[in-house]
């Protein structure tokens, strides 16, 4: 029953990450950089340094819940997850090399959908009957919508609300905690023999203990453990990397060269995978998608909590999550994996199915360069991108419940169910995870998607005032 289950599920991934979503999601996502003329673009050092300054981690200039920077946080804490080490690595042993190149061409323009979709988030949030900030593109479908386009479109608006939140939620527990959940018990089972269940019983109870504070309780923990994570990561990959540096130019070649190859090519630093332009970019905006979730709508749920006095301001922060995820962190990971050649030990069984993916390709990749240590290394950066990232999506999941029901005894239940998942999917089966969380990624890209076009547009002159503002000092 399970095996008939996975292959459905499997033949429904194929078809929703077709030809048809790819060219919603990254359009979507060329439409709105041309619509805000580049704006996006040209204000990401802006945006970074304003990340990266003390003003950002304070909380007393205008309204919300949490500092910019701890809203930032959260939202990288979902992000930065399994897709910046098990996803990039599984792209490349199914789609080749040229996928981190598709990472990065849907990336650049995720930058603007994220902008777009969290600045949406913040200009039309409300305040709940606990005077918390509520928002996301389900209230900014149901309050936009009807704004710019009258109350005609008033049951649209709703509609597109109520199909994001549902779908939100239900995402939750796929994006949020199976995949998550069964890449910390795989790296540790992997690395040291740690047995699955009892890595499942460690998350499912340290899960339960830090939802039940709420967003603030996972702000603070976000806070201090996504900058920490990040260096460390970073720093561990970029000595693969140096260690590796004479094979840096050809890695790059035969990224592009398998990112736009017609025919099927492999070879080079691809060792024994050959694949197509095709598979290349389905699996690289797949994980790109997954990884840094540009597009779905998720992160503007938590850009809707960061204290700001403009909402262009909080909008231009909270793009430069897609930047930090896929352009630094997924980098390092790719790199890392191609220029060690250990893509040259990947065997498929008669199926197609890689023996090294996910994970365990990452771990092999640092463990040729620092030995055991490395394959510890991989394992805790792992552990802590995947557990802060059922954080995060707990609370996305949270919020689109609570716009769902409005029930306080609904959203504890939720925090217990959700755990539970969590452990539950430190002991499912890695592929079926995977491609239930990407049938469930594309679901929440329609409806978003709709509202990102729709609304948009309305968002032009105010991001050009703004800037002009910037950069005449005012």
Same mark, same amino acid.
């Given at each position: 029953m399970l095996e008939q289950f996975s292959k459905?599920?499997?033949? #429904?991934? %194929?078809?929703?990450?077709?030809?048809?979503?790819?060219?919603?999601?990254v359009g979507t996502g060329v439409f709105l950089t041309l619509r805000t003329k580049f704006l996006c673009w040209r204000s990401l050092p802006y945006a970074i340094s304003s990340t990266l300054s003390k003003e950002a981690r304070q909380t007393h200039q205008g309204d919300g819940d949490v500092s910019p920077f701890a809203s930032l946080c959260t939202a990288l804490a979902a992000t930065i997850g399994t897709g910046n080490i098990a996803g990039v690595a599984s792209a490349i042993a199914s789609g080749g090399p040229g996928a981190l190149v598709w990472m990065w061409i849907s990336a650049a323009f995720g930058i603007s959908s994220k902008f777009v979709e969290c600045t949406l988030a913040v200009k039309y949030r409300?305040?709940? @009957?606990?005077? !918390?900030?509520?928002?996301?593109? &389900?209230?900014? +479908?149901? *309050?936009?919508?009807?704004?710019? *386009?009258? @109350?005609? =479109?008033?049951?649209?608006?709703?509609?597109? %609300?109520v199909l994001f939140a549902f779908f939100a939620v239900v995402a939750s527990f796929g994006i949020g905690n199976l995949t998550q959940g069964n890449s910390i018990s795989t790296a540790f089972q992997n690395v040291c023999g740690v047995p699955k269940m009892v890595v499942a019983f460690v998350v499912g109870f340290a899960v339960l203990a830090i939802v039940l504070g709420g967003l603030q309780s996972i702000s603070k923990v976000s806070s201090l453990v996504v900058p920490f994570m990040a260096v460390f990561y970073f720093v561990g990959g970029l000595i693969i990397i140096l260690c590796n540096i004479t094979a840096v130019p050809g890695a790059l070649v035969d990224m592009f060269r398998m990112a736009f190859s017609v025919k099927?090519?492999?070879?080079?630093?691809?060792?024994?995978?050959?694949?197509?332009?095709?598979?290349? &970019? $389905?699996?690289?905006?797949?994980?790109?998608?997954?990884?840094? !979730?540009? %597009? &779905? %709508? $998720?992160?503007?749920i938590s850009a809707a909590s960061a204290t700001t006095d403009h909402y262009i301001k909080q909008g231009l922060i909270s793009e430069t999550g897609t930047f930090w995820d896929t352009m630094v962190v997924? $980098?390092?990971?790719?790199?890392?994996i191609l220029?060690?050649?250990?893509?040259? @030990?990947?065997? =498929? +069984?008669? @199926?197609?199915?890689?023996?090294?993916?996910g994970a365990s390709l990452t771990i092999a990749a640092f463990k040729s360069v620092l030995g055991p240590a490395g394959g510890w290394l991989v394992a805790i950066a792992l552990a802590l991108f995947a =557990?802060?990232? #059922?954080?995060?999506?707990? *609370?996305?999941? !949270?919020?689109?419940?609570e716009y769902l029901t409005s029930s306080t005894s609904a959203t504890m239940i939720y925090r217990i169910v959700f755990s539970a998942m969590a452990f539950i999917g430190c002991i499912s089966a890695f592929e079926l995870a995977w491609n239930v $969380?990407?049938?469930l990624n594309a679901l929440m890209i329609v409806p978003n998607a709709i509202i990102m076009w729709m609304l948009g547009g309305t968002l032009v002159k105010d991001l050009e005032k703004f800037v002009k503002e910037e950069e005449s000092g005012k």
């Open positions: 459905l599920i499997q033949t #429904i991934q %194929g078809v929703v990450w077709g030809p048809i979503m790819l060219t919603i999601l409300i305040t709940n @009957d606990k005077n !918390e900030m509520l928002g996301g593109p &389900m209230v900014a +479908a149901e *309050y936009g919508i009807p704004a710019v *386009y009258g @109350d005609r =479109f008033k049951g649209l608006g709703k509609l597109l %609300g099927a090519v492999g070879g080079g630093v691809a060792g024994t995978v050959v694949a197509t332009m095709f598979q290349a &970019m $389905s699996k690289g905006v797949a994980r790109g998608c997954f990884s840094n !979730e540009a %597009g &779905m %709508g $998720s992160a503007a997924c $980098s390092i990971t790719g790199l890392a220029t060690s050649g250990v893509t040259n @030990d990947i065997t =498929f +069984a008669a @199926d197609g199915t890689p023996n090294l993916t =557990f802060s990232t #059922i954080l995060g999506w707990e *609370y996305y999941g !949270e919020k689109a419940l $969380s990407d049938v």
